[in-house]
Each structure stands twice: as C-alpha cells, then as structure tokens.
C-alpha cells in the first residue's frame, strides 16, 4: 500500500489526511509494516528530525486503528504493536519465545482458512464474529537449530 492510495482513501472517507497521520502511516510503510510500538514509531519519526510530541504518536497510532488503516496487537502483556492492515495479505503469527522475532505467516494453509469451519459452528450457534486473531508461540526454526547444536 502506497502513501497515494491511503491518501485517496482518507480523502473518500472525508478525512482529514493532517501531517501527523501522513508520516505516522510512512513510518509503518517505510519500515515495511514492520509490527512497530508507538514508542518505535515516535523513536523512528526523531531519528527523521520530525517534530512530533510523544502524545501525538500515541493519539495518532489508535486514531489509525479507529479509522482502519492499522491493526492493534498484542504479543506482550501490555505492549501494543501496530502493523498496516493490508487485506490482500492477512496473516497470523508467530512469536519466538528465544529472539523475539515475530514471524507472519502467510501460507496457503492460512489459520484463517483452517478456522473458517469453526468460525460457521460459532455464527450457526448465533454468534457473530467480525474477525479472530490466532498467535502462535514457541521457538522459531533458527533458534530451535542453534540449541539443538548447543547441546
Ligand atoms: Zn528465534
Ligand atoms: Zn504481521
């Protein structure tokens, strides 16, 4: 997703596109919509010598969220992480209990698809789900190659 397009977007959508939300957005573009904390994105914005207060990047980050242009996550109790929502590349997770990596997952045997038969008995039973996160934990193949060396 290009800045243009989001633009575009936000225009359609009688938004303001205000200069905070502009490189707010460029951060998570830039860096590849990496899964970025507020605290990264304001780090990110100073190492660019923007003039942003923290507050804003805070306020920014959840105001995105609202108007759906990025998605909140949570892989730590208490940290936040933000990626873009791209929905031509929805994907789950994986979180590496040894490096901290966080891995997407963007097989062909999404979650997403697996779940989709269990997301029908919910709504059969009269639930209605709007969407379902799945995380994945555990050691990530590089890690679980170095330990199996250390031993
Ligand atoms: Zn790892
Ligand atoms: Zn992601």
């Given at each position: 997703m290009h800045v243009d397009s989001l633009k575009k977007e936000l225009k359609e959508r009688k938004y303001r596109m205000t200069p905070q939300r502009e490189q707010v957005l460029k951060v998570f573009?830039?860096?590849?919509?990496?899964h970025l904390g507020a605290?990264?994105?304001?780090?990110?914005?100073?190492?660019?010598?923007?003039?942003?207060?923290?507050?804003?990047?805070y306020r920014t980050v959840d105001l995105l969220v609202e108007l759906g242009f990025l998605r909140k996550l949570q892989f730590d109790e208490g940290v936040y992480r933000y990626e873009l929502v791209d929905k031509d590349n929805?994907?789950?997770?994986?979180?590496?209990n040894s490096c901290g990596k966080i891995y997407e997952l963007k097989d062909e045997l999404s979650p997403d698809k697996i779940?989709?038969?269990?997301?029908?008995?919910?709504?059969?039973?009269?639930?209605?789900?709007?969407?379902f996160d799945v995380k994945f934990r555990g050691m990530c193949p590089k890690c679980s190659k170095k330990?199996?060396?250390?031993k």
């Open positions: 573009i830039e860096t590849n919509s990496e605290e990264e994105v304001y780090r990110y914005l100073l190492s660019k010598r923007i003039n942003v207060s923290k507050a804003t990047v929805k994907h789950s997770h994986f979180i590496c779940l989709k038969d269990y997301t029908d008995l919910l709504r059969a039973q009269g639930f209605e789900v709007n969407e330990t199996r060396k250390d």
